[in-house]
Structure formats: structure tokens, C-alpha cells
């Protein structure tokens, strides 16, 4: 009887025995399971399919995504203040608060000889409006180089960029001046006046100075109310003759008048002024020697240029230069 009875025991401890094992073979399974859906990290990777995904892809409510920057190309060219602006984009960058920031990248390219910074005589005008929080980053460009620049406003909302877009204009000078106006709409043109380069020559003589004109510009003026003005500047050479004193003789820039097709008297400007020793055979020769006269628009048609240093003495005759300007 006890045989018996332990035998009857027996069998049932190894039908408990596999059954823990087999408990512990379903948790190990399921333990490998997870972690082949887990990174290297301990991170868990969620499915393709799940929906924070997609939601913050799409920009849908309760996202934090407010969209893509809106880009475009604008590749415009104006001139102020000797330089040539070219707008090259703009671009609508959404925030992660709903607003935005228009970012506009200038190239400014300087055809003078001397460093230049562009003024703040600028304004960003959206519709027919100056926006009053726009940003000018304007940089110190060497003479003859070139350099970026940049401007940004920030903006409510990035929806309707496009749109936005288009009703933007970067101004220079104000409405008193020879104003300068660069559209971002693609179908709207650029109000501005190209600086134009002039085959004037000649030569007047006095005594013992020589003036040759070897060149010029005509260029509408940049300075503050002087909207419907130009600056007619002839480049001069100056050549001394033998006969010049010691101590040189000096030409200034009050010598140098013209006078306009409508019959205006007209002296040369101090903005860029002329103040020369000139020595006995010697010539001065210099780029930044420019005879400039504020005449009225447009600036073509034909002039008389005057060179006079022997006003006091009572010069009889002055020698004198006709130019035509087309």
C-alpha cells in the first residue's frame, strides 16, 4: 500500500515541475519580444503607424509644428548711394508659437573706392505701410567689393506667405529723394535708376594748367531732398607746365563751372571736393579727382564746363568745354 501510494504522488510533482517551466518559457518569449522592438538605448521605438507621428508632421491642432519656411527667389537689382542692391530671397520662417519672421538677404555691391556702409535712410513698407519693427543689418563693404546683408520683421502668422510676400517692398531714400524701390511680387518691377557711365572728353588750358576729362557719370543724387536732382562728375587729369612757380600753384574746386542747356550757371559741388599743388611738369591723375555739378533731371543733353583759376586777377576769357551728356 505505501509503494503504491508514493508512486501516485510522484507523477503529479513532474506534471507541477513542467508546468513552472513552461510559465517560465512563455515570460522569457515575451521578454525577447520587447526587446526587439526596443533601441539600443532602451528606448522604445513606437510603430510607423502612430499617431503623435503623423500629427506633428501635418501641423495638426494640438501640434507644436507650425509648418515649413516659405522660400523664394527674388534676384532683384536697384542703385542708392553708390551701390548695386540686389534682393536675392525671402523667406516666411514659421516659430514654434504660432508667429513667424520674414528674413530678406541682400547682396550690396560697392562701386566706389571707399569703404561704405549703406545709411539708414531704409524702410521695409508691407502694403502701404512702413513697418516700424523691421531690422536692417547693413555691412561695411570695401571699395569695389562686395558684401551680404540682411533684413528681418517678424510677422503674426506664417499662413498665406505667398501672399505676404507680395506686398512687400524694400525702400531706400524717403519720398523727398530719388527713391529706390525693390518689390518682392515676382511680377512687380523695380523702381530705379541705373548710374550711367559717360564718353565725355576734352581739354581746357590756362596759363600753365592743363584740365582733361577723361570720363564721367551721371547719377541721379542720394542726398535728402534732392528728389528730380542728379550729379553730373567728370574726371579730371591735371598736368602742370614748365613755367609754374616754386611752391606750386593750387587748383580748387570753386575753378570748375558749367553751364546747363537751359542756360543755368552752375559751380561745382563741395561734396567732393577738388584741392590740388600742382608743380611744374608734373601730372595728378587721380580716381577720386571728380568735378561733380547737382543738375537738374534727367541730366542729359548739352553742357559748356568752365575752368577758371584767375577769377581775381580779372581773367578776361576763360578756356572752355562743350559736352554733350546722352
Not at 111 to 134: F, H, I, P, W, Y
Not at 144 to 154: C, E, F, I, M, N
Not at 216 to 232: F, I
Request: aromatic share 4%; with cysteine.
Amino acid at each position: 500500500m505505501r509503494s503504491t501510494l508514493i508512486s501516485s504522488i510522484a507523477p503529479a510533482r513532474r506534471r507541477r515541475i513542467r508546468t513552472a517551466a513552461g510559465a517560465f518559457a512563455l515570460l522569457s518569449a515575451a521578454t525577447l519580444a520587447l526587446t526587439a522592438c526596443n533601441d539600443k538605448d532602451g528606448t522604445a521605438t513606437p510603430s510607423p503607424s502612430a499617431p503623435a507621428t503623423s500629427a506633428v508632421a501635418n501641423g495638426s491642432p494640438g501640434s507644436t509644428n507650425t509648418g515649413q519656411a516659405t522660400v523664394r527667389k527674388i534676384g532683384k537689382t536697384g542703385w542708392f548711394e553708390g551701390f548695386d542692391i540686389t534682393v536675392d530671397k525671402a523667406t516666411v520662417v514659421p516659430d514654434e508659437y504660432g508667429g513667424a519672421k520674414v528674413l530678406i538677404d541682400i547682396t550690396y555691391k560697392n562701386t566706389t573706392l571707399e569703404n561704405k556702409t549703406m545709411s539708414n535712410n531704409t524702410s521695409l513698407l508691407v502694403g502701404n505701410q512702413v513697418d516700424g519693427g523691421a531690422s536692417w543689418d547693413n555691412p561695411t563693404v570695401p571699395g569695389g567689393g562686395a558684401a551680404a546683408g540682411k533684413v528681418s520683421t517678424p510677422v503674426k502668422s506664417a499662413k498665406d506667405a505667398e501672399h505676404l510676400l507680395d506686398t512687400i517692398t524694400v525702400v531706400y531714400g524717403q519720398a523727398s529723394d530719388n527713391q529706390t524701390k525693390i518689390p518682392l511680387a515676382a511680377a512687380a518691377k523695380v523702381e530705379s535708376i541705373e548710374p550711367k557711365k559717360l564718353a565725355v572728353s576734352g581739354t581746357l588750358v590756362q596759363d600753365q594748367t592743363t584740365i582733361t576729362v577723361t570720363g564721367g557719370t551721371l547719377t541721379p543724387s542720394y542726398t535728402k531732398d534732392e528728389k528730380g536732382k542728379y550729379e553730373l562728375a567728370l574726371h579730371i587729369k591735371i598736368t602742370g607746365g614748365p613755367n609754374i612757380p616754386g611752391g606750386g600753384l593750387n587748383i580748387f574746386t570753386e575753378y570748375f563751372s558749367v553751364q546747363t542747356s537751359g542756360g543755368q550757371a552752375l559751380v561745382a559741388d563741395d561734396r567732393n571736393p577738388i584741392n590740388e599743388l600742382l608743380d611744374a611738369n608734373k601730372t595728378i591723375d587721380l580716381p577720386k579727382n571728380n568735378v561733380v555739378f547737382v543738375v537738374p533731371a534727367p541730366g542729359t543733353g548739352p553742357y559748356v564746363l568752365t575752368y577758371n583759376a584767375q577769377k581775381s586777377e580779372g581773367a578776361a576769357t576763360a578756356p572752355t568745354l562743350a559736352l554733350t551728356v546722352s
